[in-house]
């Protein structure tokens, strides 16, 4: 789905002014809104172009606009060309009667209501956009996934016996990281860890000790953190972590947290898993694959057959 992410990111692009009008209202301007394309005889307007390249603009730095050769002039035939997409796309979804229900869109809100919590409402201020232009991408983005999940990845398959070629030609792809299973007394000063550290040598028991001097979380459980993997802790405690024998009790490692001490209470090494074990991540790595594969050829099939005129004259003119 890389490429159909790629493409959704680059296409809506936000509105500024969310322009969008029925066909009604196309005949009545037909002859006083000016238009930079008609794709399938559907017009893109230069209005809605200008306010795209100018909120595209926003987005780049004066320098790169202004310095870089014929730049300005590769952008705007950019966004004339995803406006272009987004309309083939646009009229396909109408061709096969996908829509976006009120329910669909209120669902999918709560959802990135829930995900944002306390930070929903400064999104629209960061952002510099109203909640309802906002709804409005949304409701676009909701549009272009719908389209593809019925026209294009509904189509594809995957068996169980190309899994299985797959996996056997790439079984370095699946095997299980190095982990660890690690505890930790964490404290706030040097002295603090140093006297820590002479108990536990001393033969102190390391999980009272925890219990009794850690300040982090964990420190209810001993100081047990769990299996962890490479690159989860910060780089420091990282390397220490996993140079560590079984058992074996760290010196001090010190973080932006605190001051560490660690054990190794169980080590599990990396490992090539079989076909059972790697089954669904395969079968959707190849359905992964086979998507985009499918997307490109659909969408270059689209374009092909769209009939699609650009109004150069009106481009060059720069109305305003």
């Known amino acids: 789905m890389k490429m159909i992410n790629q493409l959704i990111s680059k296409s809506w692009v936000l509105l500024l002014g969310g322009i969008f009008l029925v066909a009604a209202c196309d005949e009545i301007n037909i002859f006083s809104r000016p238009y930079v394309a008609v794709v399938n005889g559907s017009k893109i307007y230069l209005d809605e172009y200008q306010v795209r390249l100018a909120q595209k603009k926003t987005m780049l730095s004066k320098e790169l606009l202004s310095n870089e050769a014929n730049y300005a002039q ?17 009229l396909r979804a109408q061709e096969l009667g ?17 995900e ?36 294009v990845n509904s189509h594809v398959n995957v068996s169980e016996d190309e899994a299985e070629d797959y996996f056997k030609e790439h079984k370095n792809l699946y095997k299980s990281e190095a982990k660890v299973r690690v505890a930790q007394i964490v404290v ?11 108990r536990l040598n001393a033969g102190a028991d390391f999980f009272k ?7 982090g979380p964990e420190a209810i459980n001993g100081g047990d953190l769990g299996f962890i993997t490479r690159q989860i802790m910060p780089e420091p405690l990282d390397d220490t972590i996993f140079n560590l024998r079984l058992n074996e009790i760290s010196p001090i490692v010190q ?21 059972a074990e790697s089954k669904e991540e395969v079968m959707a790595d190849i359905r992964a694959k086979k998507e985009e594969f499918a997307f490109a050829e659909w969408l270059e099939s689209l374009k092909n057959k769209a009939v699609i005129k ?4 009106v481009l060059r003119k720069k109305i305003n």
């Open 74 to 90: 590769r952008l705007e035939e950019e966004i004339l060309e995803i406006m272009i997409v987004e309309k083939i796309m646009n």
């Open 98 to 114: 996908v829509a976006v229900s009120a329910e669909e869109l209120e669902k999918k809100i709560i959802e990135i209501k829930r």
């Open 255 to 275: 973080s932006p947290y605190g001051f560490h001490i660690f054990r190794v209470l169980e080590i599990k090494p990396a490992k090539i898993k079989n076909f």
């Open 209 to 215: 000790l925890a219990r009794e001097k850690s300040i």
């Open 310 to 313: 650009k109004e150069y004259a």
């Open 116 to 151: 944002y919590g306390t930070e929903f409402s400064s999104l629209f201020i960061r952002e510099k956009m109203s909640f309802e232009r906002w709804k409005d991408e949304i409701k676009k983005e909701m549009l272009i996934e719908k389209l593809i999940a019925v026209d």
């Open 188 to 198: 706030r000063d040097a002295v603090a860890a140093q006297q820590v550290l002479e």
